[in-house]
T-cell receptor, first 115, second 115 residues
Framework: KNQVEQSPQSLIILEGKNCTLQ??????????LRWYKQDTGRGPVSLTI???SENTKSNGRYTATLDADTKQSSLHITASQLSDSASYIC??????????????WGLGTSLAVNP | KAGVTQTPRYLIKTRGQQVTLSCSPI?????VSWYQQTPGQGLQFLFE???????NKGNFPGRFSGRQFSNSRSEMNVSTLELGDSALYLC??????????????FGNGTRLTVT
């Protein structure tokens, strides 16, 4: 069964600190993995996409990693800011029968950055 | 470029009623997808429309339906509302059909409360 699991479920850190969010997946065949940021009351916004051949990709203070062998991805946030408080959602794209792509969504990690 | 616009932002209905939600995609985007988001279930895929045709459908009952117009605007209808339909309904547009091929651009959602 295709699944995406994220940990931790929630996280509280102090402003300026770093943190790492985890995403484990059992999705086959794997196409790509995206991280979305969802602010309270807003729709998700794409942060980065990882394909099979990519190990690391950065977007400002956000760095995503992918280990296709262990089927794990992480999102590292450096020097956190109050505006980083949001839910971070991992989604994996799989190609199903008929060559249609399907998105499998994680439940997200809720991050709170406190001053 | 204007983003994805969803109306209304908030809606309160009673059980048994029906509701119609509206979504205007980013100009030039022909693919529109709908999602239901609840705290316990995360994002659940409802359906995707491309060029006025439903291309993919999630595992929701027939009470949930949608359509897309020639200008790519989309509507979603829920009939015979149940308490469990209370959720944030998100619309997302993308430039191409086939989820996973290109990023989804989400609107800020319609918060539906069924009493």
């Amino acid at each position: 069964k295709n699944q995406v699991e994220q940990s931790p479920q929630s996280l509280i850190i102090l402003e300026g600190k770093n943190c790492t969010l985890q995403c484990n997946y059992t999705v086959s065949p794997f196409s790509n993995l995206r991280w979305y940021k969802q602010d309270t009351g807003r729709g998700p916004v794409s942060l980065t996409i990882m394909t099979f051949s990519e190990n690391t990709k950065s977007n400002g203070r956000y760095t995503a990693t992918l280990d296709a062998d262990t089927k794990q991805s992480s999102l590292h946030i450096t020097a956190s800011q109050l505006s980083d408080s949001a839910s971070y959602i991992c989604v994996v794209s799989a190609t199903n029968a008929g060559n249609n792509r399907k998105l499998i969504w994680g439940l997200g990690t809720s991050l709170a950055v406190n001053p | 470029k204007a983003g994805v616009t969803q109306t209304p932002r908030y809606l309160i209905k009673t059980r048994g009623q029906q509701v119609t939600l509206s979504c205007s995609p980013i100009s030039g985007h022909r693919s529109v997808s709908w999602y239901q988001q609840t705290p316990g279930q995360g994002l659940q895929f409802l359906f995707e429309y491309f060029s006025e045709t439903q291309r993919n459908k999630g595992n929701f009952p027939g009470r949930f339906s949608g359509r897309q117009f020639s200008n790519s605007r989309s509507e979603m209808n829920v009939s015979t509302l149940e308490l469990g339909d209370s959720a944030l309904y998100l619309c997302a547009s993308s430039a191409r059909q086939g989820m996973g091929n290109s990023p989804l651009h989400f609107g800020n959602g319609t918060r539906l409360t069924v009493t």
